[in-house]
């Protein structure tokens, strides 16, 4: 099994500037991709950036390319999701994830098998 430990979320005005960190504990040697999601009550779970384990290949929504980075330090088993030039819209519960195996690219919230409780993430216009 793998668990996922989320931190780094709160409350900025738009702008600003937040970091998100995503610890990984247990089975972390069969993880091949990890990524970021987001929610709103009432929306599907979005996939916002995911990144291949051990590698540089990452992949972004649309909506926060150029603004968002995801990065990882294999070395402490963290995953990172830097968030500059934050939006109202970014405004969402935002979840750690990983999975086994699979394309990374495709960043959708049913083939990820392992979850974070999630960190809130608030932008203030």
């Known amino acids: 099994l793998i668990q996922l430990v989320e931190s780094g979320g709160g409350s900025v005005q738009t702008g600003g500037s937040l970091r998100l960190s995503c610890a990984a504990s247990?089975?972390?040697?069969?993880?091949?991709?990890m990524a970021w999601f987001r929610q709103v009550p009432g929306k599907e779970r979005e996939g916002v950036a995911a990144?291949?384990?051990?590698?540089?290949?990452?992949h972004y929504a649309d909506s926060v390319k150029g603004r968002f980075t995801i990065s990882q330090d294999n070395a402490k088993n963290t995953l990172y999701l830097q968030m500059n030039s934050l939006k109202p819209e970014d405004t969402a519960m935002y979840y750690c994830a990983a999975r086994n195996a699979g394309y990374c690219g495709s960043i959708l919230f049913r083939e990820y098998e392992y979850w974070g409780q999630g960190t809130q993430v608030t932008v203030s216009s």
């Open positions: 247990g089975y972390t040697y069969s993880i091949y991709c």
């Open positions: 990144i291949l384990s051990g590698r540089d290949t990452t």
